[in-house]
């Protein structure tokens, strides 16, 4: 059963992975009850254990998972989650989500989840422009995904351009928005 202060987030493989981890401690100060599945190239950027040491649960890494309590979390998690939030949303990541990929721990629960999903993009501009990631995004808000960002800023590549991903205060902003979220 959805619980409406469960928020799910999902990391992915970008170097905008550590502003996740502000997030997460933002959404637990706020009382929401978080929990976080990493793809394994966001665990190149930030460690599970910094996620786990913020929310006080396992990270969820793999769909073959089990909680200590006997939970097999990809399924607890998508049934208790109130929103999904995935950032960073990489190119890779937004056409796996497109394609219904379910090959590593947040694309299943991309799949499995029925409540609302907020991705938001981080990449640079060369790849934001394509057309290939243009059609995943449209795919994506076709099956309802809300896009948010990414923004116009400094990006990795040393230059400021489209692609950047939003602030974590404009994502919890976008959270506490959501039909049925506690704030």
Known sequence: ???DRHVL???GGGIAAYKIA???????QRGHTVRVAMTPRAAEFIGPLTFAGLTG???IRSSTQVDPDGAVPHIAAAVAAAVYVIAPATADL???LAAGAADDAVALLAITCRCPILVCPAMNDAMWLSAAVQHNVAVLQARGVQVLGP????LAEGYDAIGRMVEPEQILEAIERQP????
């Open 1 to 3: 059963m959805t619980d």
């Open 9 to 11: 987030l999902g990391v």
């Open 22 to 28: 502000a997030l997460a401690s933002r959404l637990v």
């Open 57 to 59: 649960r396992p990270v």
């Open 94 to 96: 937004l056409a796996k």
């Open 151 to 154: 923004v116009v800023g400094h």
């Open 180 to 183: 049925g979220v506690c704030r």
